[in-house]
């Protein structure tokens, strides 16, 4: 259980901050940013479910919590060696539980037949901005995994991530029918 009595510590006064594991890292490292970019993806999907996120508000919560999980799977760094507790992993079934819901939303969707532009109601758009970030948060996590462990899981559930927030968005823009498409060259 996590337990905040005090939120300034001045321990991150040195441009540093812990890990779940202990070690400090810079605050600049990359796996620091894909930790910053995950929260920054949870933050943009809060936003999204005040724009009357309805049938989709539970779903969100729970990609919400399931950030939380990813956080702390990504403070926790697998280094091969033992520790003193079970880290906190995201798993498959995370990952198939994302996929159901895709599918189940896109079932519902108008084919595509054109790009489309972030934009249509404003759930639809607050969940294109959530997406745009959400890609930002994977494209920090390829980067830590070129360099350090990042577990198949969780680049799967980041990815899937993305996916669901564009087919939710559609999906929020009357099924796709309120789609803004691109129209190539239009304004030329």
């Known amino acids: ?22 070690p400090r890292r810079k605050k600049g490292d990359v796996r620091m940013a894909a930790i910053g970019d995950v929260d920054e993806t949870n ?12 049938a989709y508000d539970a779903s969100l919560a ?11 799977d ?21 990952v198939a539980w994302i996929e159901g819901e895709i599918d189940r939303l896109n079932a519902d969707l108008s084919p595509l037949t054109s790009f489309i532009l972030p934009g249509g109601s404003a759930l639809s758009a607050h969940l294109h901005l ?12 390829t980067r830590l995994a070129e360099a350090e462990v990042v577990s198949t899981a969780a680049l799967h559930y980041i990815n899937r991530l993305s996916d669901y ?13 309120g789609d803004v498409l691109w129209v190539p060259g239009k304004n030329r």
Do not use: W
Request: proline share 2%; glycine share 12%; with cysteine.
């Open 1 to 22: 259980m996590v337990k905040l009595n005090k939120i300034y510590t001045r321990t991150g006064d040195d441009g540093t901050t812990g890990l779940a594991s202990g």
């Open 130 to 141: 959530a997406r745009t970030v959400c890609r930002r948060a994977e494209r920090a996590m």
């Open 62 to 72: 729970r990609i919400q919590n399931d950030l939380f999980d990813l956080g702390a």
């Open 165 to 177: 927030l564009f087919v939710a968005a559609r999906h929020a823009n009357g099924k796709g029918d």
């Open 74 to 94: 990504l403070a926790t760094p697998d280094t091969g060696e033992a520790l003193s507790y079970e880290p906190l992993r995201i798993v498959e079934g995370q």
């Open 43 to 54: 933050a943009t999907i809060g936003l999204a479910r005040l724009q009357e996120a309805g």
